[in-house]
């Protein structure tokens, strides 16, 4: 029998291993996720580096056009039921060298380690294709694909910051399909990919503060969704992802603060950057915005270069996650 003392240690590394495991693991759908993925491009990237090979490494981020709508009409339990169902179909159809991770979004991101074919894009078909006509999902569902290469990113960055800036790509590329039909694909042949630096939800009652905030972060490069009142502004955040919200708190039908709540129930936007925006910063406002998650608390009159510095930071801070 094993003594009281080794039992003490198999029983802490048991629990390190889970700690662990919970970290680095998915746990709807037992999938390592992009902290892990992270980790392993870094040492893949370090390894093909030292052995000086050349290989077509991709990320294929596949995400589900209508999980919201099947959140809505189901159940959130529902829709988790179709990701993880989702993961089934895609580890059937990926190839035995692929490895497939959960990403913090609807869906999942393949690691292509050396696509030896033609084009990228028909191997994207294949998945795409799959899921449109598989039958065990609560209903047909389609995935929206963004591909980015490893040759994209500069060489001469040291090996951790090649890997992050891999993986950020990818998460901002995937973004754009939000503004595309179901089903799309894009890649570095998409010019939106060059011309925006993210995309903002701005929630403002006022036409002419609207307008204004608008015109300021689109010449900054990033594309702006308006929103005239509450209710829109909870629609498209159910509908697109976002990098950051910027509302009012006193927008029409729906404030800023509720806003925030009904983002926090259903939205794919529960973990983006929420910045409420106020005629007078108190306490009062503060504790509420703490307590349902807002990131900032911004007081009008608003300084935008105060607004686009917290998002580019935090933009920068998340991607290090």
Known sequence: MK???QQKIDMTKETIKTSMDSFIMDAA?????EIFLKEYLTNYINLNYHLREKRNVY???????NISKINVKYSNKIG????VNLGYLLRHTQSED????????PGYILLVHDYKGKNIKNYVSEFQNAVRKAEIFVEAITISVAVVSLDEIPVGLEIAERASKFLLKANQRISYTHDLPDNAYVDKDNLVDRMTLGKILIAESDPLSLSIAKRYFE???YKVIEAHDGVSAVKYANEQLFDAIVSDRYTYKLDGITVKQHINESSININTIFILTVQNKDVSIIE?????GVDYVVAKPIIF?????????EIKKRAKT
Do not use: P, W
Request: charged share 30%.
């Open 59 to 65: 990320l294929i981020v596949m995400n589900v056009d």
């Open 288 to 292: 509420k915005a703490n307590h349902i």
């Open 80 to 83: 988790d039921e179709t990701i």
């Open 98 to 105: 692929d490895l497939l991770f959960k990403n913090k979004g």
């Open 305 to 313: 270069e105060e607004i686009l510095g917290i998002i580019e930071r």
């Open 29 to 33: 759908t037992k999938t390592y996720n």
């Open 219 to 221: 010449l900054n490069q």
């Open 3 to 5: 003594s009281d003392i």
